[in-house]
């Protein structure tokens, strides 16, 4: 019988004592037994890194403790460390189902021209609990159109991709790494989808605050690495489409300012739509709101 391909799963934690546990176990009770575990602490401050410490000595897990350099740093350190023929991402605040990793590689054996496949998550709060399934209603095959202009997305939790086309990317180039290396991989490989929820991903209040203007200079430049193919001009239209229904339904002058902006755009293109209505809509209301107050 032919010995089953080793998996590295990389999970990098920064001071998240009060999930970090059940992360990692998620990962020990996977059902699929060729597992190599990379859990790296990047300078947590909670105590977390002395519980992960008790574990890897417990289970003989790969373990580092850092001064703190930032998750990009912590991810290209890991990356260092990969032995298998396949990687599955983690986060020290998310867990997986039991059969993910095994539902994957029977997937990625079957399918040796494939580069990547991923499967559905369901969000959780805090405790744990399911607040939402979520079914973009992907598939197998050549999606990176699909990928570019948003119809569906590849979540980094769901995913197994193969070891040697992960180790050609390097983090740090974009705030949003990991959309720029899907969007990659599904331009020269088939990406493959597995139609079950395999990942739990937790989604904290403050999920997007703050962050915002990053993640859409991000995407934009991202967009930008693919204006040569003929998918581009529809992906930015769908991207000003996103970005001005987030704007416009936040409540401040700025966030007013910056739809009132890609509203124009939008508008200049002729670019008319359910979604562009909706957008107008909340905007108007968000002004109306500001006057009245």
């Not at 909670?46 to 417990?58: C, F, K, P, T, V």
Request: overall charge negative; hydrophobic content about 40%; some cysteine.
């Amino acid at each position: 019988m032919a010995e089953l391909p080793l998996v590295s799963v990389i999970l990098p934690s920064f001071n998240h004592r009060r999930f970090v546990g059940e992360s990692i176990d998620s990962v020990l009770r996977q059902t699929y037994p060729n597992i190599q575990l990379i859990v790296i602490d990047d300078g947590s401050t909670d105590g977390s890194a002395d519980d992960i410490a008790g574990l890897a000595e417990q289970h003989g897990f790969e373990f580092i403790a850092q001064a703190n350099a930032g998750v990009i740093a912590t991810l290209n350190r890991a990356k260092q460390l990969v032995r298998g023929k396949y990687v599955s991402l983690s986060a020290s605040d998310d867990f997986y189902h039991p059969q993910k990793i095994e539902r994957l590689v029977n997937f990625m054996e079957s399918h040796p021209d494939y580069a990547l496949v991923h499967a559905k998550i369901i969000q959780v709060d805090d405790q744990s609990k399911e607040t939402q399934r979520i079914d973009e209603h992907c598939h197998s095959g050549q999606v990176f159109g699909h990928l570019l202009r948003g119809d569906f997305h590849v979540n980094g939790l769901s995913a197994l991709v193969r070891a040697d086309v992960y180790s050609q990317f390097q983090y740090g180039q974009f705030y949003i790494d990991d959309w720029y290396m899907w969007l990659r991989i599904a331009e020269q490989y088939p990406v493959g989808y597995v139609d079950e929820y395999l990942a739990y991903y937790r989604r904290h209040d403050n999920h997007l605050s703050g962050k915002a203007d990053k993640m859409m200079a991000a995407e934009k430049s991202i967009l930008a690495c693919f204006s040569h193919t003929p998918e581009y001009p529809e992906a930015v239209l769908r991207w000003r489409e996103k970005w001005f229904n987030y704007y416009a339904s936040q409540p401040d002058a700025a966030s007013r300012t910056q739809a009132l902006g890609l509203g124009r755009e939008l508008l200049s293109q002729r670019r008319w739509s359910a979604t562009v209505f909706k957008g107008w809509v909340r905007w108007l209301w968000s002004a109306a709101r500001a006057v009245v107050h």
